[in-house]
């Protein structure tokens, strides 16, 4: 059994920067410890695998710790558009996933995505949060899956040296730490408790899900710019209208090949 696959560096510009993921294009669908045994050996942090179809195809997230993500997966959805799009040709595509249906365009060089839109409150900072951070946050927040952590200035963001072993404890829910830099938004996202084999994701599309309804609610802007300070980095834009939420990012593709199978291990 062979597979279309790709590697592609999410929400950048460039080679080497944002978020690596897997795509894998799928004729049918292998079995669930098939897919979780190919995001292992396949290196990126999370594998998307896109099903077969046209308008409409299913989509499935897996990670290197052979877990699949039940939430959503912006990068690994954001590589699996572009991989998609430019292989086909096409400029639009939907794929139903367990968090919904999310359509993808291509815009002036990038791709525009509807993502999820998370509600947030106001929450007593849990008692590791400022050891798991080394540092005090203003204020803290629970989205519906992550904690964020609003801190004064950008460089206090990008000064930050977690205690991973400490934050491990918080498992499936990252710490974002967020700060207003001029008109932009900056963030980093600490996530050692998910099975990615990253303690720090360099490029998160499902953390806009979080942090757009929480800035838009400060600022009162429909449309923001995020810069996520990471070692490799990631830029969105993202437009928050009542709960529609849209995300435009560009994403590179780093390689495309095959993976060979033998057809018994996919049955």
Same mark, same amino acid.
Not at 27 to 41: C, E
Not at 52 to 76: I, K, N, Q, Y
């Given at each position: 059994?062979a597979?279309?696959?790709?590697?592609i560096?999410?929400f950048?510009?460039?080679v080497f920067g944002?978020?690596p993921a897997?795509?894998?294009?799928?004729?049918?669908?292998?079995?669930?410890?098939?897919?979780?045994?190919?995001?292992?050996d396949f290196?990126?942090?999370?594998?998307?695998f896109?099903?077969?179809?046209?308008d409409?195809?299913?989509?499935r997230?897996?990670?290197?710790g052979?877990?699949?993500?039940m939430? $959503?997966?912006g990068?690994?959805?954001?590589?699996?558009?572009?991989?998609?799009?430019?292989?086909t040709?096409?400029?639009?595509?939907? $794929?139903?996933?367990?968090?919904?249906?999310?359509?993808a365009?291509?815009?002036?060089?990038?791709?525009s995505?509807?993502?999820?839109?998370?509600s947030?409150?106001?929450?007593?900072?849990p008692?590791?949060?400022?050891?798991?951070?080394?540092?005090?946050?203003?204020s803290?927040?629970?989205?519906?899956?992550?904690w964020?952590?609003?801190?004064?200035?950008?460089?206090?963001?990008?000064?930050?040296?977690?205690d991973?072993d400490?934050?491990?404890?918080?498992?499936?829910?990252?710490?974002?730490?967020?700060?207003?830099?001029?008109?932009?938004?900056?963030?980093?996202?600490?996530?050692p408790?998910?099975?990615?084999?990253e303690?720090e994701?360099?490029?998160?599309?499902s953390?806009?899900?979080a942090?757009?309804?929480?800035?838009?609610?400060?600022?009162?802007?429909?449309?923001?710019?995020?810069?996520?300070?990471?070692?490799?980095?990631?830029?969105?834009?993202?437009?928050?209208?009542?709960?529609?939420?849209?995300?435009?990012?560009?994403?590179?593709? $780093?390689s495309?090949?095959?993976?060979?199978?033998p057809?018994p291990?996919?049955?």
């Amino acid at each position: 059994m062979a597979l279309r696959a790709f590697q592609i560096h999410a929400f950048t510009s460039k080679v080497f920067g944002g978020n690596p993921a897997g795509v894998c294009l799928l004729d049918t669908w292998p079995t669930d410890a098939v897919l979780a045994r190919i995001a292992h050996d396949f290196g990126p942090s999370v594998t998307a695998f896109v099903g077969p179809g046209e308008d409409t195809r299913g989509l499935r997230w897996f990670t290197r710790g052979e877990r699949e993500v039940m939430s $959503f997966c912006g990068h690994a959805t954001f590589a699996a558009a572009h991989a998609v799009l430019h292989e086909t040709g096409a400029d639009a595509i939907q $794929f139903a996933t367990v968090s919904g249906i999310r359509p993808a365009a291509m815009v002036d060089g990038g791709i525009s995505m509807g993502i999820p839109c998370w509600s947030y409150t106001q929450a007593g900072s849990p008692a590791q949060l400022g050891p798991a951070l080394r540092a005090m946050p203003v204020s803290v927040h629970r989205s519906e899956r992550d904690w964020i952590a609003l801190f004064e200035t950008p460089e206090q963001v990008a000064a930050l040296a977690p205690d991973y072993d400490v934050m491990r404890a918080f498992g499936d829910s990252a710490v974002i730490a967020t700060a207003l830099a001029g008109t932009d938004v900056v963030f980093r996202f600490f996530c050692p408790g998910f099975s990615i084999g990253e303690q720090e994701d360099p490029a998160t599309g499902s953390a806009i899900s979080a942090l757009a309804p929480f800035w838009n609610a400060r600022l009162g802007q429909a449309s923001l710019d995020f810069i996520q300070v990471s070692s490799r980095g990631g830029a969105f834009r993202a437009t928050l209208a009542g709960d529609a939420l849209t995300l435009v990012s560009k994403c590179v593709t $780093f390689s495309r090949g095959w993976l060979d199978l033998p057809d018994p291990a996919a049955t």
